[in-house]
Nanobody, 116 residues
Framework: QVRLVESGGGLVQPGGSMRLSCAAS????????MGWYRQAAGEQRELVAR???????NYANSVKGRFTISGDGAMTMVYLQMNSLKPEDTAVYYC??????????WGQGTQVTVSS
């Protein structure tokens, strides 16, 4: 059974930094895409950033230049380095992974709160 476990959320002041990590386990095959989504209260879940097998990355316009997604190369770990955080970045952040059969897996989510 595939498990995605996030870590690294919490409270940070505006302008601060935070790093999220996601560890994948239980897959008999590698993942094609790993990424981070977020869902603020009362809002729909949205893509923040993703990394594709081979290293290509995509970012939401709202986080470009502030957030950096990276992986371990084996698509078993994915990280999200978040800099210059803003109150509007407050949300539950979810790790996501797609396997080569197009199945999608989700982590349980980690709360990120940006507030003074």
């Amino acid at each position: 059974q595939v498990r995605l476990v996030e870590s690294g959320g919490g409270l940070v002041q505006p302008g601060g930094s935070m790093r999220l990590s996601c560890a994948a386990s239980g897959s008999d095959s590698s993942f094609y895409v790993m990424g981070w989504y977020r869902q603020a209260a009362g809002e729909q879940r949205e893509l923040v950033a993703r990394i594709i097998s081979g290293g290509n990355t995509n970012y939401a316009n709202s986080v470009k230049g502030r957030f950096t997604i990276s992986g371990d190369g084996a698509m078993t770990m994915v990280y999200l380095q978040m800099n210059s955080l803003k109150p509007e970045d407050t949300a539950v952040y979810y790790c996501s992974a797609n396997d080569w059969a197009s199945r999608v897996y989700w982590g349980q989510g980690t709360q990120v709160t940006v507030s003074s």
